[in-house]
């Protein structure tokens, strides 16, 4: 007989079950975002479609991701969404792609996955709980974060305006009589070399790993 302590168990481990699986819509909308941002600016295009099509011909990254040099981790997911892709391509509507990522080396499909799985889930077209659209969540989110995760390590070693900042204010400590000359020096020269070799900050994905 099922007494009310053993109703009130079972709750609890549902409850606490299902409030600790991963919401991969939610990543994947907040990984986007940051997408998003990043590639708006590299394009300067304001219409998501247009920035895609421009984001898809910037191939220093991918030239090096197929040749083994960067992003060594994606291969895998990519893998998956080809066969993913190849059993159930995917409705593009309003693009040149046909919905399939052909192997785990067509980035540019890979770019369009993104994409469309966006548009899809933005504008109610995936089913939470659907086995075919939970995976395909999963991976978009998966390969994506590699991708950003890599953007965002080779932002960091970009000069930045708050290094410009400090460089200024060192320099300005240097030329006065209370400046701790070798320390400030140290950090002027760190800083200095860093602006020498620093990339572009909106074109990381042009250089080379």
């Known amino acids: ?13 549902m409850k606490w079950f299902e409030r600790a699986q991963i919401d991969y819509s939610d990543l994947f909308v907040k990984e986007y975002i940051a997408y998003n941002a990043w590639f708006r600016k590299v394009t300067n295009c304001q219409v998501d479609y247009e920035a895609i099509k421009e984001v898809s011909r910037r191939f220093v990254i991918w030239d090096d991701y197929i040749h083994g040099r960067t992003l060594t981790t994606l291969g895998s ?15 593009a509507m309003g693009t ?11 980035w540019r499909g890979l770019i369009y996955f993104w994409y469309q799985t966006r548009c899809d889930l933005f504008h109610g077209l995936t089913l939470p709980g659907n086995v075919y659209h939970d995976k395909r969540i999963r991976l978009a989110y998966e390969s994506l974060n590699i991708f950003m995760s890599e953007i965002v390590r080779r932002m960091r070693y970009c000069f930045t305006d708050r290094d410009f900042a400090q460089l200024t204010e060192v ?39």
């Open 171 to 209: 320099r300005t400590l240097l030329r006065s009589e209370h400046g701790a000359a070798m320390e400030l020096k140290a950090v002027e020269t760190k800083l200095h070399q860093k602006f020498i070799h620093s990339p572009d900050l909106w074109n990381v994905d042009m250089m080379r790993a």
């Open 77 to 91: 997911y990519v893998d998956e969404i080809a066969v993913l892709t190849f059993r159930h391509p995917v409705r």
């Open 96 to 106: 040149a792609w046909d919905g399939i990522v052909k192997d785990k080396y067509d």
């Open 1 to 13: 007989m099922v007494n009310a302590e053993m109703v009130e168990t079972r709750q609890l481990i």
